[in-house]
């Protein structure tokens, strides 16, 4: 549903409620933000007290939906208004930690380890790019930005 820039205003209402939806699994009660990364949350995500989603292909479609939801304008705008950029900090800070603790799950293959995909490289890439993005001026993104999928299907 993201891919269509037609639906991002309407997806991206006052409510919050989409953007709720993609955020609230990738948060977390130890998130480090500030007082005023906290303000620019949504009412429902400010003084979080859950825990961040653990099932790495779930963090990978929901980082790669608000992605998507970069091909406008708009929506940039909106994500920066928002405080989507404090959220996805800490969510790679926690990725970065979770990896220097432990072994990276690997989804694929044939059994014997062969053709094995790491699902964190490809999120961290997507990531990434996503948090350059929500820091970047306005003025030094193109207009004809073109936000595709960095999903490998």
Same mark, same amino acid.
């Given at each position: ?37 906290? @303000? %620019? &949350?949504?009412?429902? $995500?400010?003084?979080?007290?859950? #825990? +961040?989603?653990?099932?790495?292909? =779930? !963090? @990978? %479609? &929901?980082?790669?939906? $608000?992605?998507?939801?970069?091909? #406008? +304008?708009?929506?940039?705008?909106? =994500? !920066? ?73």
């Amino acid at each position: 549903m993201c891919i269509l820039d037609s639906l991002h205003s309407t997806l991206l209402d006052d409510t919050d409620l989409y953007l709720v939806s993609l955020l609230q699994p990738l948060a977390d009660r130890s998130d480090n933000l500030s007082d005023v990364e906290i @303000e %620019k &949350l949504p009412l429902r $995500l400010q003084y979080y007290e859950g #825990t +961040r989603v653990k099932s790495l292909q =779930l !963090r @990978e %479609k &929901l980082i790669d939906a $608000l992605y998507q939801l970069c091909n #406008t +304008r708009h929506s940039r705008e909106h =994500l !920066r208004k928002r405080g989507v950029y404090g959220i996805l900090r800490e969510l790679d800070r926690s990725m970065e930690n979770d990896e220097q603790n432990s072994t990276p799950t690997c989804i694929g293959g044939d059994g014997d380890g062969v053709k094995l995909k790491l699902l964190t490289s490809q999120q961290h890439s997507t990531l990434h790019t996503l948090i350059g993005i929500l820091i970047c001026d306005e003025d030094d993104i193109s207009n004809d930005s073109d936000f595709k999928s960095n999903t490998i299907t």
